[in-house]
């Protein structure tokens, strides 16, 4: 599998780098991960919040909000914890 920078493919750079194990973690502000996303072989996505963590000066807790926004897309979000 391999993946490329969102921002940079809109500013016409469209490097890829291998990610053998099909999974990204996204880090948060204070080390923890944010999300963890995984590609499946079925080409279907898992995702799922790390433990408790401190993103943009806030709080998070473990669980996700999922809402849809068009047939096409969704926003997760983590909450604030509390």
């Given at each position: 599998?391999?993946?490329?920078?969102?921002?940079?493919?809109?500013?016409g750079d469209?490097?890829?780098?291998e990610?053998p194990?099909?999974s990204?973690?996204?880090?948060a502000?204070?080390?923890r991960t944010?999300?963890?996303?995984?590609?499946q072989?079925?080409?279907?996505?898992?995702?799922?919040a790390g433990m408790?963590?401190?993103h943009d000066?806030k709080?998070?807790?473990?669980?996700?909000?999922?809402?849809?926004?068009?047939s096409?897309a969704?926003?997760?979000t983590r909450?604030?914890?509390?």
């Amino acid at each position: 599998m391999k993946i490329r920078d969102g921002h940079a493919t809109l500013n016409g750079d469209k490097t890829e780098h291998e990610m053998p194990s099909g999974s990204v973690e996204i880090i948060a502000d204070d080390g923890r991960t944010l999300l963890c996303v995984t590609a499946q072989k079925d080409g279907s996505l898992r995702i799922h919040a790390g433990m408790v963590c401190t993103h943009d000066g806030k709080l998070l807790d473990d669980r996700l909000d999922i809402r849809p926004i068009a047939s096409n897309a969704i926003v997760i979000t983590r909450p604030i914890y509390g």
